[in-house]
């Protein structure tokens, strides 16, 4: 399995950005889907974005499509997320995730991920 430790987060004002880091550990992180999920308290965990190992297809949330950009650097193992023009409703905590497969259509279903990082909180104010 992949060890994933996340990065960034934080507080913006609605309309402002953030921006994640994942790191990974492991030699097999070129070959697999990677995606961000997130988690309002009360809610279930739902995923955001996804992208394929070659970085040749992306998936996103239509909650966030057109404001989240997913990229991933495979020479330096770090998945990223850019979050522009934020709402408050994106307030929750963001964890990054190791797909069990390649390119997968359904990378942004959670039953497809073995290894999950800590996650890290981000908090939009109205």
């Known amino acids: 399995q992949v060890r ?18 994942c790191a990974a550990s492991g030699d097999t992180f070129s070959d697999i889907s990677m995606g961000w999920f997130r988690q309002a308290p009360g809610q279930e965990r739902e995923g955001v974005a996804c ?3 070659g970085s040749s297809g992306t998936l996103y949330a239509p909650s966030v499509e057109g404001r989240f950009t997913i990229s991933r650097d495979n020479r330096k193992n770090t998945l990223y997320l850019q979050m522009n023009r934020l709402k408050p409703e994106d307030t929750a905590m963001y964890f990054c995730a190791a797909n069990k497969y390649g390119a997968t259509w359904g990378c942004l279903s959670e039953s497809q991920y073995n290894s ?3 996650g890290t909180q981000v908090t939009v104010n109205s």
């Not at 913006?12 to 994640?20: N, R, T, V």
């Open 116 to 118: 999950w990082g800590q």
């Open 51 to 53: 992208i394929w190992p």
């Open 4 to 21: 994933l430790v996340e990065s960034g987060g934080g507080s913006a004002q609605a309309g402002g950005s953030l921006g994640l880091s």
